[in-house]
């Protein structure tokens, strides 16, 4: 068929199928996984997301220092990040209280038997929780977290908060320069943005490959039978994610003229990627790109989204939520009206303040469940599933993440409907043309 070609969603579809098929294959053939997994598919796995890693931090850089030098007013500036937190905030704190009132209505962790649970090893979230909590963990230590005593060993790190409060200082001090004098440095950065999308171009080549083989290394390891006992807290959390995506998400669309439906059909690319990877590094470069070119302009766009990235996760907080009375039903232990008022205020810091560490989701709820007197313990039982979990979570949090940048151009008056309708009667075509 000539001029035949298959898009990059159906390529990642057509892999992720064949990654859990190889996958449960392999789970039944203990004597060749152990080789297979960690010769060639972890390490094809590895590359995709090390290759993605080594792309996200430029492209923040280079985007938010043209965006904000584009600005040029730090009041405006000052006004979108408050509306960017204030917004962050209200939409994470309700994704918490939907969660624990999901939880609560429909009990998934009551009359399950624990002895027929596996448990995981959480010791390397454990070790985690201990860096993270060596200090007072309060808003004050989230705040000095975001400014970096070295700028360079920040980047070296991949630590997006302190990258994001310099880049904008940096971005603020370039607009005050002189035409002369800024111009210059503001094409360099300009260039360097253009060229890391188009690298991200190139490396979405070997997303197939990359989400086949890091959901065949998923699938292989744990098998589709740690699934059964927790299908209750599976199911809970899968329709707790649709609700908030549809109807919470939904009505935020609504509010700013917007369909929520829309954006997904925009980001469905986006959204299988980073389903397969359970990473919202996957997708980041390209949410930007898209977001810009639907009409929000390239100052909020590259503020919002990366800041989104550490502060915005709603899937993951809905997800912690539900997790937190899961874990306290399985141990049999009721949770007072104030115990959950704690649980929710505790969750709305540490969500914030340990963003970006691995195994973000595990490290908040040993961060949080100790707090209403939950065993630490509990989270052994659902690390096992916590890949099926985190896949649909992440997904959710790019779908906030990418609403969150068109409320804050809306809120701001700057959202182009000029632009976002010529976007979606271009969309038309390709969508009439794959039915």
């Known amino acids: 068929m000539k001029g035949f070609k298959i898009s990059l969603a159906w390529q990642i579809l057509i892999a992720l199928a064949l990654g859990i098929v190889v996958g449960a294959i392999l789970h039944n053939q203990p004597e060749n996984r152990e080789w297979l997994v960690v010769n060639i598919l972890k390490p094809a796995g590895d590359i995709f997301i090390h290759l993605i890693k080594m792309i996200v931090v430029p492209i923040v850089i280079s985007t938010l220092i043209v965006g904000i030098a584009g600005v040029g007013d730090s009041k405006k500036l000052g006004r979108i990040g408050v509306k960017t937190i204030l917004y962050f905030e209200v939409i994470t704190t309700v994704a918490i209280v939907i969660g624990i009132t999901l939880a609560n209505v429909f009990q998934p962790g009551s009359g399950i038997d624990m002895s027929t649970l596996a448990t995981v090893d959480i010791s390397k979230y454990e070790a985690t929780t201990a860096e993270v909590e060596s200090g007072p963990h309060s808003l004050v230590t989230t705040i000095l977290g975001l400014i970096p005593q070295n700028i360079f060993a920040a980047i070296a790190k991949g630590e997006m908060l302190p990258i994001i409060f ?208 939950i065993p630490l313990e509990g989270l052994a039982f659902i690390a096992g599933v916590d890949r099926i979990l985190d896949m649909a979570r992440t997904a959710l949090n790019v779908v906030g993440n990418a609403l969150a940048v068109l409320v804050i151009a809306h809120w701001e008056k700057q959202f182009d409907r000029d632009q976002q309708q010529a976007y979606e009667r271009q969309m038309k075509p390709l969508s009439d043309s794959a039915s």
Not at 176 to 204: E, H, W, Y
């Open 166 to 373: 310099f880049s904008v200082l940096f971005g603020m001090g370039l607009s005050a320069l002189p035409k002369a004098q800024r111009d210059p440095l503001v094409n360099v950065f300009g260039s360097v943005s253009a060229t890391m999308f188009r690298v991200t171009n190139m490396i979405m080549r070997y997303a197939p490959v990359g989400v086949f083989a890091l959901i065949s290394v998923t699938v292989a390891t744990f098998g589709f039978a740690s699934l059964v006992p927790l299908a209750k807290l599976v199911i809970l959390v899968y329709a707790a994610i649709l609700f908030f995506a549809f109807v919470v998400l939904g009505i935020v669309a609504r509010i700013c003229q917007l369909r929520v439906t829309t954006l997904m059909r925009i980001l469905k690319d986006e959204l299988i990627l980073a389903y397969s990877t359970a990473s919202s590094e996957t997708v980041l470069p390209r949410i930007m790109e898209k977001m810009e070119a639907y009409g929000a302009p390239k100052a909020i766009t590259s503020f919002v989204v990366p800041t989104g990235y550490s502060f915005n996760l709603d899937g993951s907080t809905l997800y912690q939520s539900i997790a937190a009375i899961f874990i306290a039903q399985l141990y049999g232990i009721e949770l007072s009206l104030g115990q959950e008022i704690i649980l929710v205020l505790t969750l709305m810091v540490t969500s914030k303040g340990i963003a970006g560490v691995p195994g973000v989701s595990f490290v908040v709820l040993l961060a949080t469940l100790g707090s209403v007197g």
